[in-house]
């Protein structure tokens, strides 16, 4: 579960700096779904 909950943080840390930066909505919702599909296949992919 930790790569899962370090994904959520990074997510969250990462919407913060979108909103700084002032990226369209539909880029930050494709990031938002992205980024913890990635991290999924991820942790999924390599063993541990």
Known sequence: M???MSA???MFR???E???IKIPPA???MI?????IIVILLY???PV
């Open 32 to 36: 938002g779904l992205a980024v913890p």
């Open 8 to 10: 959520g943080l990074l």
């Open 18 to 20: 979108v909103e700084r």
């Open 14 to 16: 990462d919407v913060k």
């Open 27 to 29: 880029v930050t919702i």
């Open 44 to 46: 999924l992919l390599v």
């Open 2 to 4: 930790q790569p899962l």
